[in-house]
């Protein structure tokens, strides 16, 4: 650690190249019903506007009978047009803030048919909410093989959705501000085609799902240069791989089809001028290895309760990876808050102190988190921000 005083944007880049940091960088990721949780309970907003809406989105979906409406509504906090769930993060201590290059899911229209709200997004992908607070994929866009190659992308060049990004950071011009851009395998799996679909074609039709992740990665490759063109200094690649302690598809796979193309948006995201972040869910350990050959800067969620051991892979790993981890939002729901504590303060220690190290969720906190873990994880924070347990 060093006495000079750097921004957070300035904080995130040293992390991510090992360079000396005056304190460890945080990132405080909120999904939007904790966010209108957080406002309405924990901590108000210094936008009053903010706090009224969540007061309201929280009041009416806190009830075992809310209806559909109301369980939406708090989805409003992840308007990208100001950002509000993840814009509060900053009011709490974070040092990057996430940000997409449209709306949420990119919404072109939202309406009622059955009773039930549906949503369709910027890739043909239809949604509705399940029973949960996600909106869930109901109809993919793609439903066969001639589709991969018919499949026509939305214009990315449309200046409009960047705008986000001119937004933050003409308000947080000291921030580090994410751009999210979606990794050939997830997303095309889960929503663009369907997972079974998709697990099918890789042994039926190889070449042709090859071709489409090909077309996928450079629409993303355009998407993520007029991003960063826009303000962004972090491309955040969402490309989930894994289960609970084993990948989503073999490796050998996963090395034939995947990750061609996660090596092309690392390439492209470090030619743009901005630092490589995956975000990547379930079991990282087997990946380690290639994502540190691809010259990834920072991998991004490591969940513990996936199989994934923090210690083990910074010490083989940490000189060339920056992990963001340490706050781990899924077992952390059932922690108690002293627990949880001092897990968040081992993992600084382990790693935190040393550089490559941005102390973060695991993942998007969540409403269900216990008010005593929630002022546990920020009061922590605060805590290590000041140097307490330096």
Same mark, same amino acid.
């Given at each position: 650690m060093t006495s000079m005083q750097l921004t957070s944007r300035e904080r995130i880049h040293a992390a991510a190249r090992g360079l000396p940091l005056d304190r460890v960088p945080v990132f405080i990721w909120i999904n939007a019903h904790a966010g209108a949780k957080l406002m309405a309970r924990f901590r108000p907003s210094r936008h009053p506007l903010w706090n009224a809406l969540a007061r309201l989105a929280w009041s009416r979906f806190d009830r075992p009978d809310a209806a559909e409406f109301w369980r939406l509504l708090p989805l409003a906090f992840d308007v990208h047009t100001f950002n509000f769930a993840? %814009?509060? *993060?900053?009011?709490?201590?974070? !040092? #990057?803030?996430?940000?997409?290059?449209?709306?949420?899911? &990119?919404?072109?229209?939202?309406?009622?048919?059955?009773?039930?709200?549906?949503?369709?997004?910027?890739?043909?992908?239809?949604? %509705?909410? *399940?029973?949960?607070?996600?909106? !869930? #994929?109901?109809?993919?866009?793609?439903?066969?093989?001639? &589709?991969?190659?018919?499949?026509?992308?939305?214009?990315?060049?449309?200046?409009?959705?960047?705008?986000?990004?001119?937004?933050?950071?003409?308000?947080?011009?000291?921030?580090s501000i994410a751009a999210e851009v979606w990794g050939s395998q997830d997303f095309v799996s889960t929503s663009l085609i369907g997972m079974?679909?998709?697990?099918?074609?890789?042994?039926?039709?190889?070449?042709?799902?090859?071709?489409?992740?090909?077309?996928?990665?450079?629409?993303?490759?355009?998407?993520?240069?007029?991003?960063?063109?826009?303000?962004?200094?972090?491309?955040?690649?969402?490309?989930?791989?894994?289960?609970?302690?084993?990948?989503?598809?073999?490796?050998?796979?996963?090395?034939?089809?995947?990750?061609?193309?996660?090596?092309?948006?690392i390439d492209a995201a470090h030619e743009a001028g901005a630092l490589a972040t995956l975000h990547s869910c379930g079991y990282q350990m087997p990946f380690l290895e290639h994502y540190a050959a691809a010259g990834l800067d920072m991998l991004q969620s490591f969940q513990p309760q996936a199989g994934n051991d923090f210690k083990s892979a910074y010490e083989q790993f940490g000189g060339r990876i920056t992990f963001i981890t340490g706050i781990d939002i899924q077992r952390g729901e059932t922690m108690s808050a002293q627990d949880l504590k001092q897990e968040i303060i081992a993992n600084y220690r382990l790693a935190g102190k040393k550089g490559h190290h941005v102390l973060a969720f695991t993942h998007e906190i969540q409403h269900t988190m216990p008010d005593a873990n929630v002022r546990a994880i920020f009061d922590t924070v605060a805590q290590i921000q000041a140097g307490e347990y330096d």
């Open positions: 993840n %814009a509060y *993060g900053l009011e709490l201590g974070s !040092d #990057m803030l996430f940000a997409s290059y449209a709306t949420p899911w &990119g919404y072109t229209k939202i309406y009622r048919e059955g009773g039930h709200f549906l949503m369709r997004d910027l890739y043909g992908v239809t949604r %509705a909410l *399940g029973q949960g607070i996600y909106p !869930d #994929m109901i109809a993919p866009a793609i439903t066969d093989v001639k &589709g991969l190659k018919d499949y026509r992308f939305p214009d990315p060049a449309d200046p409009r959705l960047y705008n986000v990004f001119r937004r933050c950071r003409a308000a947080w011009p000291g921030a079974e679909r998709f697990m099918m074609w890789l042994v039926d039709y190889p070449d042709e799902i090859k071709a489409f992740m090909r077309r996928w990665t450079d629409h993303h490759i355009e998407v993520l240069r007029h991003s960063v063109q826009a303000g962004a200094d972090v491309v955040f690649i969402e490309d989930d791989y894994g289960y609970d302690n084993r990948p989503l598809i073999s490796i050998p796979m996963w090395k034939e089809f995947t990750y061609p193309e996660l090596r092309r948006l």
